[in-house]
C-alpha cells in the first residue's frame, strides 16, 4: 500500500517566489543586518546548525504570501542546505523550525514594524522581535532600538539598549563602529559579560596590529622582519628572545 505524506504535496522553494519583489529603500536595511550576519560567521565559525537570512523570504503556509524580515536567526537548522544556498526559509522543509529572532531597519518609508510586522512575527511565533531606527531624524517618538520577546501570545518589550537573549546565547544593542569604511551607529552582537563581538574588519586591524608589534620586536632585537617567512615564525623568534 502507497503511504501518503502531504509534505510532498506542498511547494518546494525551487518553486516559491523567492523574493516579494518589493526593493528596500534605504541601503542600511541590507547593510545592518548583513554585519551581523558576518560577525556571526566569525563567532559561530565552527557550528553548522544556525541560519542567519537577510532579506529572505518566510514562507510558513503555501496558500499566505512570505514574510520577508529585513534579517532573521534560525537555531537548529543547517547552515548550509548545498552550494547553491537558500532561495528562500520555507518552514516545511526546515523541519518546522521557527526563525527566534527577526529583525526590521526602519527606513523614509513606512512599513509597519510596530503594528501589523509585530502581529505577524508574533502569531508565527518568533521569539524575539527587534526595530531599529537607524537614522536620527526618524527617532522623535521611538527608541533607536526596540527589542521585544514573545510572551503568551504577545510581544513584550524588553527594558535597556542592550538585550540579553538567553535562548540565543547572545545579547544585541547598537554603538558607534566602522563598517566597510563607513563610521556610523551598528548593531552588534554580546556575550553574556557585555563584550562586543567582533566584527571581520575589527579583527583583520588586530592581526594587523599584532603583525606591526611582532616586527618592532624584531628590529630591537636586530633582525629584519622581511626575511621571515611568516606570522608564526615571527612569534615563535620572539617568545625564544
Given at each position: ?88 526559509y520555507v518552514l ?54 526596540e527589542i521585544y ?23 544585541i544593542g547598537r ?67
Open positions: 500500500m502507497l503511504q501518503y505524506n502531504p509534505l510532498d504535496c506542498l511547494p518546494s522553494s525551487a518553486e516559491l517566489p523567492d523574493s516579494d519583489d518589493t526593493p528596500v529603500d534605504n541601503e542600511l536595511q541590507n547593510l545592518i543586518p548583513n554585519l551581523l550576519a558576518a560577525i556571526l560567521a566569525l563567532a559561530w565559525s565552527q557550528r553548522t546548525d544556525w541560519f542567519f537570512g537577510v532579506d529572505m523570504a518566510i514562507y510558513y503556509a503555501p496558500s499566505q504570501s512570505p514574510l520577508v524580515p529585513d534579517g532573521f536567526l534560525s537555531l537548529g537548522v543547517e547552515r548550509f542546505v548545498d552550494e547553491d544556498g537558500r532561495l528562500s516545511w522543509e526546515e523541519d518546522g523550525i521557527v526563525p527566534v529572532f527577526a529583525l526590521e531597519v526602519v527606513s523614509k518609508t513606512y512599513g509597519g514594524e510596530y503594528e501589523q510586522k509585530k502581529l505577524d512575527y508574533a502569531q508565527l511565533g518568533i521569539l524575539y522581535y527587534a526595530i531599529y531606527v537607524p537614522t536620527r531624524r526618524y527617532r522623535r517618538k521611538r527608541e533607536p532600538l520577546r514573545l510572551v503568551e501570545g504577545n510581544y513584550v518589550l524588553q527594558p535597556g539598549a542592550r538585550v540579553w537573549m538567553p535562548e540565543i546565547g547572545l545579547a554603538e558607534q563602529g566602522t563598517y566597510q569604511g563607513r563610521t556610523r551607529e551598528w548593531l552588534y552582537w554580546y556575550d553574556q559579560e557585555g563584550r562586543k563581538l567582533p566584527t571581520p574588519e575589527e579583527l583583520a586591524q588586530q592581526e594587523r596590529q599584532r603583525a606591526e608589534q611582532l616586527a618592532q620586536k624584531l628590529r630591537e632585537l636586530g633582525i629584519d622582519p622581511d626575511k621571515i617567512s611568516g606570522l608564526t615564525q615571527l612569534a615563535q623568534i620572539v617568545g625564544r628572545a
